[in-house]
């Protein structure tokens, strides 16, 4: 009878554990899997598992390895978890790597030596900040290092520009050329307020031999990045074509005996990261199409006057996220969807099959019941189609009746796609008994230039319609509880909420709103890439016979409309915001308070644009989640 009875109870216990859903706690014990590389033999994978300690409010770190065709993993340390550097020298005499170089004085404590206990700063142009730093006058520069003597030489002496890029360029910002007589890097190559206001970024290549530098995209007066070499030696990167549009078109670029060609011009989308192929002719890329994110190939027809062919390569409802490596005819690849964390897969090019190589987080999903995710399409009010993400709780019985949040994603042109997020992830959100409704409005990446393009200068105008043509549509389900809808979003999603807030003609119950622009006149003056206001709300708020900028600063201002305010409302905004910075949050709470309006604020010191701490990013999840169960 005993054995029966724990046989019994062993059953139900995990009955139970099988029909748990994911919750705050749970998503923080996901693991992150994040590729190194591949071995110079080409028949080992190497890659890092991070865990969250939640205890040590910290992360760490695992490294591991297996064979690029799947199988057995083993654990090793970080130093062999070595693949081929692409920042040693051909010749193996020279390493790039890139520091902080002290070029201005800006600190008051350089300036005056006799005060070393100031910590003052003096300032005469802008670029005093930038994301969640402060301009200390110092720069990131390359440096070759000759691997012999430890002698290093920089490459931009005393030079006040960035390589890496600011704030969040790496080492693909500088390369070798293919006989290592050349290095090749970019840079924004201004300074002060003309850096703040530009996106013209350049490749420029540096030889070691004479120290002369060469702009070779000059003529180029937007983003040039990402500069990468085939086998055989050809030259390719990414372009953007207008200054001070931060998301225009991004296009492959090939460079080869004096001739650019533009390999994706006449293609309707936006690159995000490319490859080239081992034949030496094709090019594989990733880019946002329908609300996912799949992998492409372009052919380059060097010589030849063929027009250069973009063939989609994969389809399915997932994202892929990067291109690790092509070995024997498969792309190694990161790959996720909105139920699961990234895992690294092979991608068969004969049969555009994928296979998961890296299993980190299967265990620990299969213990947990999923929603559903399903693809909707929308008609707008001016008779577009519009993709609407709707993610439906696990165990979802259509028969009852669900609060339903609008999800307004941030950029504003950032791709609504298959992502999974530690913080907006929709997955969690579902688990908690909501359906979410992510309509994927004008001004998104992945369904054409026109629809991405139509956002600028019209923050105010379709894309609200938009969201309001989303939730309505879903609203007419009945299993959607029309007495129970919220509005959230961060950033340009923050916008959308305050916003709405003042426009929602009584839909709403509540809303969230995080780091977002509660003041566009305020935020024109705080903000640190004046390039991004300028394009996109059409100039300055000063300029009164600019139609776009009076629009932008007037009627598409949330403040405009806080008088209409009546609606329960969170705010959360971090500290070291340089991007929305603090005053967006802080005036919005304080607007809602002194009407009388039922509003929290949740204030992060010491985050950023993002909450990165593990422990601020579950009290985020708490918050938000306690707010909901209040107000909705």
Known sequence: MKKITFLLAFLCAGFLFAQNTMTPELLWQVKKVSPIGISENGEVLFYKVTTPNIPENSFDSKYYAMRVSGGNFAEVTKEEA??????????????????????????????????????????????????DKYNDGSYSHVFYKDVNTGAET????QQPYYTPQAPFGGDEDYIWGPKGENIFYVSKKLAGTDYAVSTNTDIYKYNLASKQTENITEENKGYDTQPAFSENGTLAWLQMKTDGYEADKNDIVVLENGVKQNLTAQWDGTVNGFTWAKNNKDIYFTAPVDGTKQIFKVDYPGKTRKMPL????????????????EIDGQLIVTRTDMNHATEIFS??????????????????????????????????????????????????????????????????????????STR???????????????????????????????????????????????IDDVAKEPYVDN????????????????????????????????????????????TEELFFVNYDMGGAYW??????????????????????WDTPIMIIQGGKDYRVPIEQGLGAFQAAQLQGIKSKLLYLPEENHWVLQPQNALIWQREFFNWLKETL
């Open 154 to 157: 920089d490459i931009t002496p």
């Open 483 to 526: 007495k129970r809808l919220g509005a959230i979003g961060a950033s340009f999603g923050g916008y959308s909420v305050f916003r709405l807030a003042g426009n929602h003609e009584g839909r709403f119950k509540t809303f969230i709103a995080h780091d977002g622009v509660f003041d566009t006149r305020a935020m024109y003056g705080t």
């Open 82 to 131: 070595k693949v081929a550097d692409k920042n040693l020298s051909p010749d193996g005499n020279f390493l790039l790597i890139d520091k902080e170089v002290h070029v201005k004085d800006v600190m008051a404590k350089d300036i005056y030596s006799d005060l070393p206990k100031s910590d003052a700063y003096v300032y005469t142009s802008l670029d005093y900040r930038h994301w």
């Open 310 to 325: 973009v063939e989609q390569l994969s389809k399915g409802q997932f994202d892929v996220t990067g291109i690790v490596a």
């Open 347 to 420: 991608f068969n090019l004969k049969s555009n099959t994928f296979k998961q190589l890296t299993q980190v987080n299967t265990e620990f999903y299969g213990k947990l019941t999923l929603p559903t995710v399903e693809k909707r399409m929308v008609t707008t009010k001016d008779g577009k189609q519009m993709l609407v993400w709707v993610i439906l709780p696990p165990n979802f019985d259509k028969n009852k009746k669900y609060p339903t949040l609008l999800y307004a994603q941030g950029g504003p042109q950032s791709a609504l796609s298959q992502f999974y």
């Open 543 to 564: 300029e009164k016979d600019n139609a776009i900028a009076q629009k932008a600063f007037n009627e598409f201002n949330p403040i405009t409309y806080v008088d209409k």
């Open 424 to 470: 907006w992830n929709f997955q969690l959100m579902a688990s908690q008994g909501y359906i979410i409704v992510a309509p994927n409005r004008r001004g998104m990446p992945g369904h054409g230039v026109e629809w991405n393009e139509a956002i600028s200068g019209d923050w105010g105008g379709g894309a609200m319609q938009d969201y309001l043509d989303a």
